[in-house]
């Protein structure tokens, strides 16, 4: 057993206090070795009490005191061991005490206790440093010596027999290095002018370059954030509003680079855009206490922030670590705005919570203030200047997505020892003094020579468990949204949705476009006379263009017509606008009274909308106008007598009869009328995306906890997705379709350039005779999609290696 | 028998995925050794769950009352069932009028009629879903796997290219909502993708999900993956890739391909049955997939759940014109239910197939969740006397007493367990069983333990709560 050696140490020692009436080493050790260690030594600690040290005896179980030092008699230990009440005895399985054993315990009581100073029962357990510590970099110099990362590292390797694995060539880095940092394949242009680069500094230069691309940043790690912060775009929570997402924050503080330390403090001492992530979900009708927001909020803030476990806490003192049940719960306090109930499993304990920080060194909360109050002092100690977990806990994290596995690892156990703790410290201290930029310390991390290194070969995944030796970068699956984005990007394919966007449209402003956004619902013919049927009819509505108005340059309209094939403005037929485009109307237009005039032919059911919009800037405005009085009047020929309508629309405006909603109008329009503001709508990342049926498929999670860490393997499920999933092979079919029009016609050029985009180097003789044999001797759409298939599919793809 | 190589084949694959799960991840589960966890010999090797959603009535189902005919102004407090009482197999217990094909295979099964949920407050259909199918009441502070998931994590794979957890009908994609909310718990939960449903939408469209997508011929798709292994064997860098990662990848391929290719995928293609037979299963997307489900009970599937697919508002969802809807779902699952017990019966297989009919809790005309729920009146037919059709029906949800049958699997045959009031409320007031305990059951007649526990973020997380279900051993045969 682990704690044999030490026993015998203790032994040797054990002289000093032989004058004691019981002989702890020889009497009290064996008994609570044999009797206790089940649940109370070691890892374990059942009922929240540990009997390791005398200290953690003397501190008593989560239901108070077991021993009360010079009353053995008096103390819960013995009444324990003595009991014949079944429920109270212990040890509760297995045989009981011996009346002898129970009297030396209890005299053992009697005399306080004794113990030999520095034994433990279980292992010593790892208490991660709170401050930031000052680390000595080791003076090591040589070709594999990029930064001070490289000399831990070294350092490291010397103690453990290791050295750098070989460099990386110039193609598995640019590759490796985009993906890490954008998300995407490196085109072949940028792949070539790399290549041909001769500079010693290209790789650090297209480091920087990398970073400087907002855009394409924001969108990858967006999928890290989201998955931490479990923000979600639809899901659990959203249907009745007890869950609000916090893109509209995340994106732009993505894109301007928003020190780690401020984003903390706007996360936990939140605006209206960034409140979700403290507010957690709330769920309609009863839940567990330990799944109120405000337990929740110390879980999401220990996990997020910190790398701990409240999980445990939250429900009982945690058998597995330090924290307490209290300590969870004050946590929770801080946010609460009602007193809280401490529920121990589930249970009222009649104990209030007070809003306290886990780590008093360094300042408290002022339990008597209030939320905004609390939450902000709680912001400020989660990123205090000495608080060193944040900072390792971030560092970390970044650690594990550019090299594969955690210098502490599961990333949110930083209750346990790294592999290296200089390095740890080091990195947490750069970060740091960088001013938290998480830019910064990602170019730091990737410009070391260890980043650039070649990917570990490991045989078995519980190498990188047990007893992990750190050798080297690890290779990682492409996320789910990685993948997707890749093969789009090899496809040269648009996947539209309204989330699409690169430039993330703020909700505020959807909605206000969405709002006034009309509908005018017509006349419906199935219900009409005869005579109408048969005649078809004409709609007319009338609106003001102000002479200021018509000095833009620009006025925009749009019109959704349904069955219509005419429209007219002032008597002008104006063919572009029922196709449902926005297009320029300004010439047709006069100031004053304008009308628009919609012809319908007998037809059963039609609809449309209609706007204007006035070019302001580079902003788009509702016309005030856009909405006029409408007539309308059967027939569509000849002259028509105009009439009121009948019944008003859901808008409440007039309308010839009300029908139901058509769909799907808005959205289409809604976007037509954002991409004038945002001419990139149609370039679609993944991550920003609803998660839809692939990318479930493929491990991107729903967010109702925090994922720090996905999936590393292609489960067999995922592999029968890739083939012969409905939307897989859509997707495959319309890249190929693509580029079959926009590649050459030679499969020669084609298999290069997808071999290019897709691995980042050129395809080898063999692999290009396979290629070959693929597409075959006429390329078609087919065989060019089943070419993309088994690129997409080779392991050597799917890993970032 | 499998040849020697085969088993010797398959134990190594099956170790090796067990190893690499447990890993990477970070929410990477492993099994907890304890000694109290002994597995209990299994009376059952697969597990068919007809899933109810919406909220079945059990008075107007499987737990018939007091019956009174439509009639305008009658007092809906003296309503208890809107179906007459039906003779079944078995003397001592009567169904409801629709279900004459399941009262006439009674002699072969066992009904519940004690069974309880939790009170959740709001009733939400998502949540006591989600309880049913996980065992624990959500939210969870991790990914809680699904029943079947615990099947395929500690039983595994029945058959080798026949995944183990299979979900019928319940669609993917659409729906806003709680439809979307469903998603949380048809996955593997913690255990991760690889214990997640393999989902069939559409048991008329089954053949498809184990088919080449649309326009691959069997050739282009059997050379597509041909090309594909000797692209793999050509790669330069083959040598250098982390081989655990790679192997995953093409291990999962390769078990991909096989299923796409094997023989046994024909167990998806109900249009293989002769039509007097499909006739037999009805016209129903819920009796296809109880022919579906035979199918692929035969070929060694461990877990298939078919469900009617929750429809809010819709089905057994009854808020308003519960008769008259509960009526229709009755022509829906009568016929197919009968006939799967039949049919599993004349293979021989019924004997070790658990057949568990259920649903996420039962309806009651009067009361909204139970006696003292604060669960908020959700009917859209409120009245005191009846009106119009459309008031005639439970349309409020009950959990505090609703029936569950099984059939098979080392039940008994023709037996009767717990009962619920003659009279208003219509509480379980004999033996009730809780979702915890039905689940120990289930879990017990596949040989699981109801205490097995895996480590998941250093706690340790059981196949029923806290290991606290006990068996109903009434129930064994």
Partial sequence: MSQFPKVILFLVFSTQWLAAEVDFAHQIVPVLKEKCAKCHMEDNKKGGFSMNTRAAILEGSENGRVVTPGDGAGSYLYEAVTTDDPDLLMPPKGERLTAAEAELLKQWIDEKLPWQAGFTFGEESYEPPLKHRPVDIPKIEGPEIYNDIDRLVADYFKSHQNEFPPLVSDEVFIRRVYLDLIGLLPDTEKLESFLADNSPDKRARLIESLLADGVNYTAHWLTFWNDLLRNAYRGTGFIDGGRKPITDWLIPTLKENIPYDDMVRQLVSPTTDSEGFINGIKWRGDVNASQTREVQFSQNIGQAFLGINMKCASCHDSFVDRWKLDEAYNLAAIIATEPIEIHRCDKATGKFATAAWIFPELGNIDAGADKKVRLQQLSELLVHPDNGRTTRTMANRIWHRLLGRGIVHPVDAMDTEPWSEPLLDHLANYFKEQGYDLKALMAYIANSRIYQSRSMVIEDESFLNDGYTFAGPVARRMAAEQYVDAIEQIGGVITGSSRAVPVHIPRAEIKSVESKIRWLELFDLKKATPADKKAGYRIRAQFDVSPKDLTEPQIFAQVNTGLSDQVKINGKPVSDLKTGKIIDIKTYLKPGQNDLEILFPAKSRAYYIWNAFVKSGDDFLLHSGAIGHWEWARGVGGEPEWKKPRFLNSSGHPAARQISRINPGPAKIRDEILRKKYPNLHIARASLRDNDLLQRALGRPNREQIVSMRENRLTMLQAMDLSNGESFSKLLNRSAENLINTLSKHPDEVITSVYEKSLSRAPSDLEREISRDIIGQKMSRESLQDFLWNIVMLPEFQIVQ | MDNQNDLSRRDYLKKLSATSLAALSGSAPSLLASDDVSHPAPTADCCILLWMAGGMAATETLDPKRYEPF?????????????????????????????????????????????????????????????????????????????????????????????????????????????????????????????????????????????????????????????????????????????????????????????????????????????????????????????????????GARFIEVTNAYKPFGDWDTHENGHTTVARMKTEIDAPIAQLVLDLEERGLLDRTLIVLASEFSRDMMTEGRPGSNARDQSRARTEKLAEIKHYGMHRHWTAGSSVLMFGGGMKSGYLYGKTADERPILAVENPVSIMDLHATIFTAMGISPKTAFDIEKRPFYATEDGHGKSVNELFA
């Fill in chain 2, 71 to 299: 009639e305008v102004g009658l007092d809906v407090e003296k309503i208890l069932s809107t179906f007459p009482a039906i003779d079944t197999a078995v003397d001592h217990i009567k169904l409801t009028k629709g279900l004459e094909k399941v009262a006439a295979v009674m002699d072969r099964g066992t009904l519940i009629r004690s069974h309880t949920q939790a009170d959740l407050g709001h009733i939400l259909h998502s949540r006591h879903q989600y309880h049913w199918h996980t065992g624990y009441v959500p939210p969870q502070t991790v990914a809680a796997p699904h029943i079947g998931a615990w099947m395929s994590k500690v039983l595994g794979p029945r058959h080798e290219v026949i995944p183990p957890f299979i979900s019928i009908n319940q669609p993917l994609d659409g729906g806003g909502g709680e439809t979307q909310e469903l998603k949380a718990f048809l996955t593997g939960g913690f255990f991760g993708a690889d214990h997640g449903p393999f989902h069939v939408p559409d048991p008329e469209e089954a053949a498809r999900v184990v088919r080449p997508a649309s326009g691959f011929t069997a050739d282009r798709f059997s050379n597509r993956y041909r090309s594909f292994k000797k692209l793999v064997d050509a790669s330069p860098d083959r040598d250098r890739l982390s081989s655990f990662q790679h192997d995953s990848i093409l291990k999962s391929m390769d078990n991909a391909y096989r299923l796409l290719n094997s023989p046994e995928r024909s167990a998806f293609e109900i249009e293989k049955e002769p039509q007097e037979v499909r006739n037999a299963y009805g016209d129903s997307k819920f009796g296809k997939g109880c022919l579906l489900a035979r199918r692929l009970a035969e070929s």
